[in-house]
């Protein structure tokens, strides 16, 4: 498989889960990271850190990718250390799950907000970075977009939309050269799922269950195809929906 050697890439919300398993993994493989967080900056530092340690660059940028004045700052900031982009990988996503008759109109837009506005905001930011040669952007979508579990209403739409948005601008984008992807992980351990108390949980067990290789993924697991995503050995790709899940459809 080729290298990053060379490229530069923001990962957003890359201070742990499968954000920080995709920066970690970009930095072996030899391109500069930028760690994005929203608020947990010890964590970002803390990737950073390792990244560099292992002869890698890479620094922690806080912005909230909901808002665009942020965004902007990121952008700005990933240039003025690294001096151009060449990957962007769309990670930061926040989820409850709750029956729909408690849905309120406050998490509807939170999660809209985070996980389609600030994708599209990231994106279109992007474009003003991207070199001639194009560039490529691989969107962190879900299983849970073509199988939601119950009470994921709206996080699946986020990760639907997520996955109309991945074909759309594939189409839309690849006359200049950019490549647009999309992962869907199935249940992944993080610090995400241990925060929503599904690790060790019924819930876990049977998302198990349903994995046909008997086990949750890991953070590793989904970053391995980021690599390959941002490769050239996958050039020849766009518009793709890639199920990173064990089997689990």
């Given at each position: 498989m080729s290298g990053l050697t060379g490229k530069v890439t923001i990962v957003t919300g890359a201070s742990k889960g499968i954000g920080a398993?995709?920066?970690?993994?970009?930095?072996?493989?030899?391109?500069?990271?930028?760690?994005?967080?929203?608020?947990?900056?010890?964590?970002a530092d803390r990737v950073v850190a390792e990244i560099v340690s292992k002869g890698g660059e890479a620094i922690s940028v806080q912005a909230d990718v909901s808002k665009g004045a942020d965004v902007n700052r990121l952008f700005i900031e990933t240039k003025r250390s690294f001096r151009k982009l060449d990957v962007l990988v769309n990670n930061a996503g926040v989820y409850r799950f709750e029956p729909v008759?408690?849905?309120t109109e406050s998490e509807f837009h939170r999660e809209f907000n985070t996980n389609v506005l600030g994708a599209l905001l990231?994106?279109?930011?992007?474009?003003?970075?991207?070199?001639?040669?194009?560039?490529?952007?691989?969107?962190?979508?879900?299983?849970?977009?073509?199988?939601?579990?119950p009470?994921?209403?709206?996080?699946?739409?986020?990760?639907?939309?997520?996955?109309?948005?991945?074909?759309?601008?594939?189409?839309?984008?690849g006359v200049h050269g950019i490549r647009v992807n999309a992962i869907a992980p199935g249940g992944t351990a993080s610090e995400g799922l241990?925060?929503?108390?599904?690790?060790?949980?019924?819930?876990?067990?049977?998302?198990?269950?349903?994995?046909?290789?008997?086990?949750?993924?890991?953070?590793?697991?989904?970053?391995?195809?980021?690599?390959?995503?941002?490769s050239d050995d996958a050039s020849w790709l766009t518009g793709e929906r890639i199920s990173a899940s064990g089997g689990w459809r």
């Open positions: 398993g995709i920066a970690k993994a970009f930095g072996s493989a030899g391109a500069s990271v930028v760690v994005n967080y929203a608020a947990d900056r010890h964590s008759d408690a849905v990231t994106i279109q930011e992007a474009l003003k970075y991207f070199g001639p040669g194009g560039g490529n952007v691989i969107n962190v979508s879900s299983i849970a977009s073509t199988n939601p579990t009470n994921s209403a709206v996080y699946a739409a986020t990760k639907g939309a997520i996955d109309s948005l991945t074909l759309e601008l594939s189409r839309e984008l241990a925060m929503a108390g599904i690790l060790g949980s019924e819930l876990e067990k049977q998302v198990i269950d349903l994995t046909p290789l008997g086990r949750l993924g890991t953070p590793e697991d989904i970053a391995r195809v980021a690599v390959f995503l941002a």
